[in-house]
């Protein structure tokens, strides 16, 4: 089946750096990407889309300077968090799904990340 | 407005016994309906999808889901639970083309 790797799965870091988390398609050509946040005992929250070669498409109240999202090739998609704080800390889990609208979404298997 | 519930936050079941998670949707036509498992600490993995044709589909590790348009739902079924189907269940659905719209999740915890 579609595989989705997400890297790295867990990440410690100071308050005020960068992060950058990257979701690849290893078996699939993913037209479009899509980047979730989840609150612990939570559902997923969509963050962004965003579709190969195009800018991300940000969800109301989601900061686009905070959360850079690259999508450059059919297989590949960051999510940076600039300037991290401690309240950005959560887990972010990214999906990707192929062009045909017949196909599911497959996710990542997210990436935990702690701001001390 | 487009939204999916899933009524129940958290069930417990025997292992063995019978399972059904319950799932209901607001669209205003037959979306695409999915069902997702999470393990704590994992990413979702699908477990069974609806597009169109025989609305019994069959799933994964012996799910199923039956959609009824009538009643809005699409509730997920397994004819006796292991332990190892312990974990967080999503109900989603999108349209094609737009982004998975998820429930809350319901949590199953399967006991001896």
């Known amino acids: 089946g579609a595989v989705v790797s997400q890297h790295p799965s867990w990440v410690i870091c100071k308050s005020g750096t960068s992060v950058k988390i990257e979701c690849r398609s290893l078996?699939?050509?993913?037209?479009?990407m899509f980047w979730y946040r989840q609150f612990p005992k939570q559902s997923l929250m969509l963050m962004a889309t965003?579709?190969?070669?195009?800018?991300?498409?940000?969800e109301q109240g989601v900061e686009k300077d905070k959360f850079l999202i690259n999508h450059a090739s059919l297989t590949l998609s960051t999510l940076t968090v600039t300037s991290a704080h401690p309240e950005d800390s959560s887990f972010y889990i990214c999906?990707?799904?192929?062009?045909?609208?017949?196909?599911?979404?497959?996710f990542g298997d997210g990436t935990r990340l702690s701001i001390l | 407005a487009q939204s999916v519930t899933q009524p129940d936050i958290h069930i417990t079941v025997s292992e063995g016994a019978s399972l059904e998670l319950r799932c209901n949707y607001s669209y205003g036509a037959t979306p695409y309906l999915f069902w997702y498992v999470q393990s704590p600490g994992q990413g979702l993995q699908l477990l069974l999808k609806y597009f169109s044709g025989d609305t019994l589909v069959q799933g994964i590790k012996g799910f199923e889901a039956e959609f009824k348009r009538s009643q809005s739902s699409f509730n997920l079924r397994k004819p006796s639970v292991h332990w190892s189907d312990a974990a967080e269940y999503f109900c989603a659905f999108n349209s094609g083309n737009t982004p998975l719209v998820f429930g809350k999740g319901t949590r199953l915890s399967v006991i001896a």
């Open positions: 078996d699939f050509q993913a037209t479009t």
């Open positions: 999906s990707a799904r192929a062009w045909d609208r017949n196909q599911p979404q497959h």
């Open positions: 965003s579709n190969e070669g195009s800018k991300a498409t940000y």
